[in-house]
């Protein structure tokens, strides 16, 4: 097999990933407006170049087989390449326009990424930036197969195979510490101003109330079950796990919950404070994920520069509000 010597043309790659994604070359050739005749032919040279199967018959279509399945997502990685390429190119010629997409982890962008886009849109109107939002393991991936551009979030270790170190590159852009948050007015709260030189409020304390919990796959839940075993203490039964920070600002407006949000959140938030309870091993490193060897669009850079001015006014404002934790 050599997947170099010229045989390998992109048109085999756009019809490997329909088959995979339609499960039919029937439907497969539609979507690519080929005929039928046209992509059993072209699918039948890809297996003729990689010389192996990559797709067995089935009552109702095609499936992969461990090879299809393999070379898709090299097939998928390429693809988004040479469309990054055009847009790169396009960029260049039009100067402003293009899109750059932003993956985010949990609250890992409500203060820094929308003001960085709001700075970003004043400079470049025309330009469009696509946003979302997800857990590490689907983010990393998609920022490896080139549907993602950029990770803006909890930056450290990388999940997943031995390689994943290798592929992506992260910058530190400040570290924030993570609270305990609830409604103003809530019972732990008014037991905290009561407390006169008792011991306070305590984390056994906050297990009496219901909580949301970030979901497993997360850094964040991680620590915080660490931080548990530590104190001696279980995870909540009574709980909520939730990535979204507006479905968790309602849940807590709306009940005594206790949530883990991060600084900057609770700062712009009147109706949300934070319990004087430390949690000294539980806080975050925000930063940007790249492709290790991918070429930055212009878009990119655009947005890398604002993330980094805007991370630098965010770090003196917890600098100087002593939060260096």
């Known amino acids: 097999?050599?997947?170099?010597?010229?045989?390998?043309?992109?048109?085999?790659?756009?019809?490997?990933?329909?088959?995979?994604?339609?499960?039919?070359?029937?439907?497969?050739?539609?979507?690519l407006h080929l005929t039928q005749p046209a992509a059993t032919r072209t699918l039948r040279e890809l297996e003729a170049v990689a010389e192996l199967p990559l797709f067995?018959?089935?009552?109702?279509?095609?499936?992969?087989?461990?090879?299809?399945?393999?070379?898709?997502?090299?097939?998928?990685?390429?693809?988004?390449?040479?469309?990054?390429?055009e847009e790169h190119l396009t960029g260049l010629r039009q100067?402003?326009?293009?899109?750059?997409?932003?993956?985010?982890?949990?609250?890992?962008?409500?203060?820094?990424?929308p003001r960085a886009v709001a700075r970003l849109k004043r400079e470049r109107p025309r330009l469009t930036v696509v946003v979302r939002e997800g857990t590490p393991?689907?983010?990393?991936?998609?920022?490896?197969?080139?549907?993602?551009d950029v990770i803006v979030g909890r930056v450290g270790a990388v999940s997943g195979d031995g390689e994943g170190g290798e592929r992506i590159r992260q910058c530190m852009l400040y570290r924030e510490p993570i609270r305990l948050a609830v409604r103003a007015g809530h019972p732990l709260l008014e037991r905290a101003r009561h407390g006169g030189a008792g011991p306070g409020v305590t984390l056994a304390d906050a297990l009496a109330h219901p909580w949301i919990l970030p979901v497993e796959q997360t850094a964040l839940r991680q620590e915080l079950a660490a931080l548990f075993v530590d104190r001696g203490l279980s995870l909540p039964v009574d709980?909520?796990?939730?990535?979204?920070?507006?479905?968790?600002?309602?849940?807590?407006?709306?009940?005594?919950?206790?949530?883990?949000?991060?600084?900057?959140?609770?700062?712009?938030?009147?109706?949300?404070?934070?319990?004087?309870?430390e949690l000294p091993s539980v806080g975050r490193t925000v930063g940007?994920?790249?492709?290790?060897?991918?070429?930055?669009?212009?878009?990119?850079?655009?947005?890398?520069?604002h993330l980094d001015e805007e991370a630098a006014l965010l770090r003196a404002s917890l600098t100087g509000g002593n939060h260096g934790d």
């Open 1 to 31: 097999m050599d997947l170099l010597d010229g045989r390998l043309k992109f048109r085999h790659l756009t019809l490997l990933i329909a088959v995979y994604e339609h499960g039919s070359v029937v439907r497969a050739a539609e979507s």
């Open 56 to 85: 067995t018959r089935v009552p109702r279509g095609m499936l992969p087989t461990v090879y299809g399945e393999a070379l898709v997502g090299h097939a998928r990685a390429v693809v988004a390449e040479v469309r990054r390429a």
């Open 95 to 113: 100067g402003r326009d293009g899109t750059v997409t932003v993956g985010t982890l949990l609250a890992g962008a409500n203060v820094l990424l």
């Open 137 to 148: 393991d689907v983010l990393h991936p998609a920022l490896l197969g080139g549907e993602v």
């Open 239 to 277: 709980r909520v796990e939730c990535t979204s920070i507006l479905t968790m600002r309602a849940l807590l407006l709306q009940t005594d919950m206790v949530a883990l949000l991060p600084e900057l959140v609770l700062r712009d938030d009147e109706h949300l404070a934070a319990l004087p309870v």
């Open 288 to 305: 940007v994920t790249e492709a290790a060897h991918r070429t930055r669009t212009p878009a990119l850079e655009a947005l890398l520069h």
